[in-house]
């Protein structure tokens, strides 16, 4: 058998031919637990891979939410703990240029 690579969605060969296959989206797909050879690109590790980025991205949506709407409406330069806090975690890729004071991309 030809060893391939999975890249989005499709098995990629060696002699550069595709075929498609949709990778499992978490562990809760059958092939997770039907996984029986443990190499890179498996079935399970991609289940595990993308079971992780769901969860990271619920995170940092949620820290987004959090951060816009306790920050959100404070002026520029304000001092409180909060934006403290936001400025020094440098967690500015969270928010986007549309909100106003704090919350505002700085070069931090």
Not at 24 to 53: G, K, M, S
Not at 79 to 104: A, N, Y
């Amino acid at each position: 058998m030809t060893r391939g690579r999975t890249v989005h969605g499709y098995v990629q060969f060696r002699d550069g031919s595709r075929i498609p296959y949709p990778v499992p989206p978490n562990t809760f797909d059958p092939r997770y637990i039907a996984c029986t050879q443990h190499r890179v690109a498996c079935d399970c590790r991609e289940a595990e891979l993308a079971e992780d980025r769901a969860d990271l991205n619920a995170e940092l949506k949620s820290l987004r939410e959090v951060f816009r709407r306790v920050l959100g409406d404070h002026p520029n330069g304000c001092m409180c703990t909060g934006c403290q806090v936001f400025r020094e975690s440098r967690l500015h890729f969270l928010i986007d240029d549309t909100l106003p004071g704090p919350m505002e991309k700085t070069n931090v």
